[in-house]
């Protein structure tokens, strides 16, 4: 599974950014899409994941800004970032499942400026 993720960038506090993530090669089987992030100095953590069933999970700093979704061919997850703040300054991971093992996508940026 091949992960390629776009959309990030600088934007204001209170600004919306919408990152995606396109999945490519053995997609089939793919059980989760999410996306982690990482900020300097921190551990990599769960922003917000979705199952193939639709079943969505998202870390209590982000709950009511964020919003994951996934087409319907599930190879594509979107985050749509609204309401963003410095704290949210990070590189974002796009992450899939499949099989009960986890692939990594390129990171990409997001600077949020107060």
């Known amino acids: 599974v091949q992960l390629q993720a776009s959309g990030g960038g600088l934007v204001q506090a209170g600004g919306s950014l919408r990152l995606s993530c396109a999945a490519s090669?053995?997609?089939?089987?793919?059980?989760?899409m999410g996306w982690y992030r990482q900020a300097p100095g921190k551990q990599r953590e769960l922003v917000a994941r979705?199952?193939?069933?639709?079943?969505?999970d998202y870390a209590d700093s982000v709950k009511g800004r964020f919003t994951i979704s996934r087409d319907n061919a599930k190879t594509t997850a979107s985050l749509q970032m609204n309401s963003l703040q410095p704290e949210d300054s990070a590189v974002y991971y796009c992450?899939?499942?499949?099989?009960?093992?986890?692939?990594w996508g390129q990171g990409t940026l997001v600077t949020v400026s107060s």
């Open positions: 979705i199952t193939s069933g639709g079943n969505t």
């Open positions: 090669g053995s997609t089939r089987s793919i059980s989760v």
């Open positions: 992450n899939a499942v499949r099989l009960n093992r986890g692939y």
